[in-house]
């Protein structure tokens, strides 16, 4: 039995999805070679403190001035091409007045980027050059797990009972989601007036890093990841009645709950460290890729444990026909 893999392209998605898809693939694979590119761009910067002698501080200013300007250009297609359908949702979001997940990811984004380009231009100052393409990069990821999670949803052999569990909680995840960016960026711009006042260079990672944690990928992941599990266990071994049926939907939500309210309590524990500025934007960017991975390792237990209930019995029923 070929093991199910929510990255397998549905034959059944439209020539459009299918486009979607592989243009958020390219997106990704781009903003993850930038990335390591400008983090190896950005290296010099960390050594700044660690020279004592003028002779080799002069130099070292020297370099990280050129690799901040090449940390520029390379994030320049990050944000025009990668980040770009989630700056033009954002604009979308906020000329129709509403507060999406997206808004705080775009001035997440141009937060840390404008600031970044005058400091290259005046040649002072810091630069989040490797935040914003890192960001850019885990983002994708946790959105393209979404994605192929989502329509492996959408177009897959679904019972009637799991998808109406689907559109129930989805609609009170998303409904939670909203509520949970709205505070997460009041928060955000109290403790960036809070740093104002102690230390003008902390605003603008301390705002950043705020609005990095605020985007609620992995509660966005938590229903769908879920269901594409379930669906995965029923490709694999269908039901043999409503009550299996039934079992297996209250599983996956246990499952589903599990990664909403896990993902919450990631952020509210990250929320704290990052206001008081202990959690870099780069490191609330990787804290944001673990909890996404974390709820997809997580939803796959429902696939694995339907597949693994049938394996034991298949494996029963061999060793019993070799003792008889």
Not at 53 to 59: D, R, V
Request: with cysteine; glycine share 4%; net charge positive.
């Amino acid at each position: 039995m070929r093991a199910y893999s929510i990255f397998s392209t549905p034959k059944a998605l439209t020539e459009t999805e299918r486009r979607h898809r592989r243009h958020t693939l390219a997106r990704l694979g781009l903003a993850w070679l930038a990335a390591m590119q400008v983090m190896m761009f950005a290296f010099p910067g960390y050594m700044r403190s660690l020279s004592s002698s003028p002779e080799n501080l002069q130099s070292l200013l020297d370099a990280i001035f050129l690799m901040n300007w090449a940390g520029l250009i390379l994030t320049v297609p990050v944000i025009t091409y990668c980040a770009w359908p989630m700056l033009h949702a954002a604009y979308h979001d906020l000329t129709n007045r509403h507060i999406g997940m997206n808004v705080p990811v775009a001035l997440g984004i141009v937060g840390a980027f404008i600031p970044s380009a005058i400091n290259t231009w005046t040649g002072q100052g810091e630069v989040y050059f490797d935040s914003v393409t890192m960001f850019v990069a885990f983002l994708l990821t946790a959105r393209y797990l979404e994605l192929a999670a989502r329509q492996s949803v959408e177009h897959g052999q679904s019972h009637a009972l799991i998808e109406q569990f689907r559109v129930n909680v989805s609609y009170k995840a998303n409904k939670l989601a909203f509520w949970f960016v709205v505070i997460q960026l009041l928060l955000a711009v109290v403790f960036g007036l809070v740093w104002y006042f102690i230390d003008t260079a902390q605003v603008v990672p301390v705002v950043v890093a705020m609005l990095v944690m605020s985007c609620p990928c992995a509660m966005s992941m938590s229903v769908p990841s879920a269901v594409a599990s379930a669906n995965a266990g029923l490709a694999a071994k269908p039901a043999q009645n409503d009550y299996e049926v039934l079992k297996l939907t209250q599983r996956t939500g246990t499952i589903a709950r599990q990664n909403l309210f896990g993902s919450i309590a990631w952020h509210l524990l990250m929320t704290p460290l990052a206001a008081v500025g202990i959690v870099a934007p780069w490191l609330a960017a990787v804290s944001m890729l673990v909890s996404s991975l974390a709820v997809a390792y997580n939803s796959l237990r429902v696939y694995r444990e339907r597949v693994g209930k049938r394996r034991a019995r298949l494996w029963g029923k061999a060793a019993s026909q070799q003792v008889s």
